[in-house]
């Protein structure tokens, strides 16, 4: 099955600065790849996604980046915010979403005011 | 609103007696649903995939007799945890995807005491 990788566990930056997430997966037969935030206790929030036919994707502060030939995918958030504070969480899953998800491990990122 | 509401949020339960959570998909019919488990500070994990008129299919390593999981209907899912013990506790959210958007559930925290 799918096992994903996740990099760093915590991160912490300061007010302003760029925060990158990385993450790495195993199966190739994976396209769709969307990255969460949550705070305790609340459900995933989707912060971003990409699938598998384009390379990058942004929204305003938030991009991410996807190497089929590599098998990685990372999360850029740039001038960040306390209020980016949380931990976040890449995913992995075939069939365009439509099937289940498999998590990182995880990424707290703190940020510092 | 919610597109997929899970209850209860909170639940205490006595060390081996059983407990049922409900996923349900509000406006649309859902014929699949995925349960994940997520320990404290610890990732989503998928336990199982619920399909409407047939048997879950388990994740490696998730006992199907203790966590039952029952898909009658379009809309509703159900995991009733049996015989349940201190080390079940945890935070449980289901899934459920329309078009190509995937839903979760608020999650519901299983405290077994």
């Known amino acids: 099955g799918e096992n994903v990788e996740q990099h760093p566990s915590t991160l912490s930056v300061q007010e302003g600065d760029s925060a990158v997430i990385k993450c790495t997966y195993s199966d190739s037969a994976s396209n769709y790849f969307p990255w969460y935030k949550q705070e305790l206790g609340k459900r995933p929030q989707l912060i971003i996604d990409i699938r598998s036919n384009v390379g990058e994707k942004k929204d305003q502060r938030i991009a991410v980046t996807l190497n089929k030939t590599a098998k990685h995918f990372s999360l850029h958030i740039t001038e960040t915010q306390p209020e980016d504070s949380a931990v976040y969480f890449c995913?992995?899953?075939?069939?365009?979403?439509?099937?289940?998800?498999?998590f990182g491990s995880g990424t707290r990122l703190q940020v510092q005011p | 609103g919610a597109v997929v509401s899970q209850h209860p949020s909170r639940v205490i339960c006595k060390s081996g007696t059983s407990v049922k959570i409900e996923c349900r998909s509000l406006?649309?019919?859902?014929?699949?649903m995925f349960w994940y488990r997520q320990f404290p500070k610890q990732s989503l994990m998928l336990m199982a995939t619920?399909?409407?008129?047939?048997?879950?299919?388990?994740e490696q390593g998730v006992e199907k007799d203790k966590f039952l999981i029952n898909h009658a209907s379009l809309t509703l899912s159900t995991l009733t945890v049996t015989s349940a013990h201190p080390e079940d506790s945890s935070f449980y959210i289901c899934?459920?995807?329309?078009?190509?958007?995937?839903?979760f559930g608020e999650g519901s925290w299983l405290t077994v005491v």
């Open positions: 406006d649309f019919q859902a014929t699949t």
């Open positions: 995913a992995a899953s075939t069939g365009t979403g439509r099937r289940a998800l498999t």
């Open positions: 619920s399909n409407e008129g047939s048997k879950a299919t388990y």
């Open positions: 899934s459920a995807v329309r078009g190509n958007t995937i839903y």
